[in-house]
């Protein structure tokens, strides 16, 4: 028996469905994690390429748009545990050139900027609760790292009850093994995986 075959049989990966009111999420496609000298590198910039396409669709369609930010104070005072684990971290504040959304992808007017200091999107940010006042049900998420921001915020995402998307060619990781394990276990566990063109063409029902 293989080991899809194992989830199969226990009943995972089946599909949460695409519903009637869907945002995009934007993870941390910044310059630092765009860029391979400081926190980017493997597929991460195939992906920013991919999401300009969806964004414009995602916009065409007046869907509601969130970006993401790691931004720390200036003087660390609110540096945690995860910035032990990660210092250089610390340098992503709010006038940090690394720590603004990359300029093929930069927030429109009226499009929501979420600034964090954790993993996951939701997490002490507002988030779900700007998706509520919208009436989403639905969340597309694109960005990176796979296996780190993004999951997090997959998680939390479904764990608020939205349906979740990850937008497989959308989403990037420094590394090919963590992305494809992690867009397993999400799609197994957590959310559905489609293809920007898949979602485009959804989202053209919509527009």
Avoid at 146 to 159: I, K, P, Q
Wanted: glycine share 10%; aromatic share 8%.
């Amino acid at each position: 028996m293989s080991e899809l075959d194992i989830y199969r049989r226990q009943g995972f990966g089946k599909e949460s469905g695409f519903g009637d009111r869907p945002a995009l999420l934007v993870v941390d496609f910044v310059n630092g994690f765009t860029d391979p000298d400081r926190f980017g590198g493997g597929n991460i910039l195939d992906a920013v390429t991919n999401t300009k396409a969806l964004l414009a669709k995602a916009r065409q369609a007046s869907l509601p748009v969130a970006f993401t930010r790691v931004v720390y104070a200036a003087d660390g005072s609110d540096a945690g545990v995860f910035c032990l684990k990660v210092p250089a971290l610390r340098s992503l504040t709010e006038d940090a050139p690394e720590s603004q959304v990359v300029s093929d992808l930069a927030p429109a007017m009226g499009e929501h900027v979420v600034c964090r200091i954790q993993p996951s999107a939701f997490f002490g940010t507002g988030l779900a609760d700007w998706l509520v006042a919208r009436h989403v049900d639905t969340v597309l998420v694109a960005g990176c790292t796979t296996s780190g921001c993004v999951r997090a915020s997959v998680v939390d995402s479904m764990s608020h009850n939205f349906r979740t998307v990850v937008v497989t060619d959308c989403v990037g990781d420094r590394a090919e093994a963590p992305h494809q394990a992690s867009l397993f276990d999400m799609g197994q566990k957590y959310a559905d995986l489609m293809t920007s063109h898949g979602v485009m063409g959804r989202l053209g029902q919509i527009a």
